[in-house]
């Protein structure tokens, strides 16, 4: 087994890790990411941009419209943290070379999304915001002689003193450092119905459980109301329809029949209508569909829609729609983990020299329901504040405070660990994401829960009886690895989700029970 060390290793290549890796320089910092590339996560697929207040007096404008938005479950003293410290992270995307779009006039064009009671989202080439900003702070770290990127890298375990990895070429990797960054992103893939990309597995959320990090608030899985419902064939995710659509006019309609006939605004229940929060207005798409009636979303009277929706317009023409001539059917698909590892204003979570950032992480921002566009902010913000928490507080290499010959002997324990066969895992993993959408989709109930905790439980006695007959971990090559290991990762998370959702009985935001008698 190879044994390496490093000042610090930050797992995940998405905003928050990038972030965190540039901003702990000179520090000999060591990113490794699963793709093949050092763009990946959710990041590039972030099609809203990012929410700044405009000007000082915006600022606790911006702080309320976040506390409102999470259902009262939002930590003032984050939110407040993430909102003040926005025109600092303003300035900081800009000094690594990013360019926020402009009027004609050079002001910054500032957008509207839902649940925010001002204009105040910036974005980088229309919607490819995401797109822009992982691109140009990859280039940043390919720049940096501090920074490694080591692509094709799987963290396997958290072990004391460091991380065991798979890596392909290399075989087990085991990693020891005194800072770890946990920044892998979130659990979309936990279910069919997502926007999240194929890589978002949960990973660093898995990692944590496993190792007895303190992991809150999963049953938080925010739904996005506007999904577009045809997926492309063979996508892992469904294609998302941004937020900003609403913000410029595009409104939900509903009709009484497929055809199109007597469109009619669906009733959202929220004095915002369209524009309100997304838990509201998934839970009223749901259940319309499932009362049997179709919804859409109606962008035909946006202004210009091509050329302020480039990646909208150009998915939807991928299936045949055009958004400025057709009804866009929609759907209520699982878009962001609010909840996650512990952390502090800091990033530090319940282990020493351990810090998670990033949709992996549980800051306390988002509370029962993100408000949309603070998701980047806080992997910029909160990636900043971990880092200069490890620069200032760091233990020499050398003083590790774990045993580096137990490490080993713990990872080369995991050599031996056994995998069930590939063709196996694929299955389970598609019983694992029909579980998950039935027990914990937008409308909850005791009953669905308990019932989806037991057959996961079975499945997970079908993997350990599939895994005793199975190869070593070693033998793998990386991608069989990664497959399966993805899977188990969505095996361990699925049944902490409907357990914490279990736990909490009452509705609040995201996380609504039917079975709450308290709802109206």
């Known amino acids: 087994m190879i044994v390496e060390r490093h000042q610090a290793v930050v797992v995940g290549s998405g905003l928050a890790g990038l972030t965190a890796a540039l901003s702990l320089a000179p520090l000999q910092t060591l990113v490794i990411t699963k ?18 207040p405009r000007d000082q007096a915006d600022i606790p404008v911006h702080i309320q419209d976040t506390l409102v938005s999470g259902a009262g479950y939002t930590d003032p003293a984050s939110a407040a943290f993430l909102v003040e410290k926005a025109p600092e992270a303003k300035a900081w995307l800009e000094a690594q070379g990013v360019i926020f779009d402009r009027t004609p006039a050079g002001d910054y064009q500032y957008g509207r999304e839902g649940a925010h009671s001002a204009r105040r989202i910036l974005h ?13 702070l990859a280039q940043q770290v390919a720049k940096t002689p501090s920074i490694t990127v080591r692509a094709r890298t799987f963290a396997v375990r958290l072990v004391p003193g460091g991380l ?9 990797v085991l990693i020891l450092s005194p800072k770890i960054f946990l920044a ?22 898995a990692l944590a459980l496993e190792a007895g990090l303190e992991v809150v608030d999963l049953e938080m899985v925010q739904y996005h109301p506007t999904a577009l419902a045809t997926r492309k064939p063979g996508a892992p995710s469904l294609s998302l329809l941004s937020e900003a659509l609403r913000g410029e006019g595009a409104i939900l309609v509903t009709a009484d029949d497929a055809q199109e006939n007597n469109l009619q605004p669906l009733e959202t229940g929220h004095p915002q209508g369209s524009l309100g929060p997304r838990d509201v207005l998934s839970r009223a798409i749901f259940r319309r569909q499932a009362a049997g009636y179709p919804v859409w979303l109606d962008a035909r009277q946006v202004a210009d829609s091509a050329r302020k929706f480039p990646t909208v317009t150009g998915l939807c023409r991928e299936i045949g729609l055009d958004p400025a001539k057709d009804l866009l059917p929609v759907v209520p698909a699982v878009h962001y983990t609010m909840g996650g590892i512990a952390t502090d204003l800091k990033g530090r979570t319940s282990r020493e020299g351990v810090w998670a950032a990033g949709e992996a ?25 971990s880092a200069e928490d490890a620069l200032h507080s760091l233990v020499p290499l050398r003083e590790s405070l774990t045993d580096p010959a137990r490490a080993e002997a713990l990872a ?3 050599a031996a660990w056994r995998l069930p066969s590939p063709a196996f895992a694929l299955d389970l993993k598609a019983k694992i994401q029909t579980v998950m959408g039935q027990a914990a989709g937008p409308i909850r109930n005791a009953d669905r829960l308990e019932a989806g905790l037991e057959t996961l439980t079975f499945l997970q006695s079908l993997w350990d009886k599939a895994s005793s007959g199975g190869q070593p971990l070693e033998s793998l090559t990386f991608d069989q690895a990664r497959a399966l290991l993805e899977v188990r990762n969505l095996l361990t998370l699925g049944p902490a989700v409907l357990a914490q959702a279990l736990t909490r009985r009452h509705s609040l935001g995201a996380h609504f029970r039917e079975d709450d008698h308290g709802n109206t």
Do not use: M
């Open 124 to 136: 980088v080439g229309a919607d490819g915001t995401g797109t822009g900003l992982a691109r140009i």
């Open 164 to 172: 065991l990895t798979i890596e392909e070429g290399q075989g087990l």
């Open 412 to 414: 080369l324990g995991w």
């Open 184 to 205: 892998a992103g979130g659990l979309g893939q936990l279910f069919a119905a997502t926007t999240a990309p194929q890589e978002a597995t949960g990973d660093a959320l």
């Open 35 to 52: 793709t093949d590339a050092s763009l990946g996560g959710s990041t590039p697929y972030a099609q809203g941009g990012v929410a700044f």
């Open 361 to 385: 992480a549980r800051t306390g921002v988002h509370g029962a329901n993100r408000l949309a566009s603070n998701s980047l902010l806080e992997c910029v913000v909160f990636g900043r504040s």
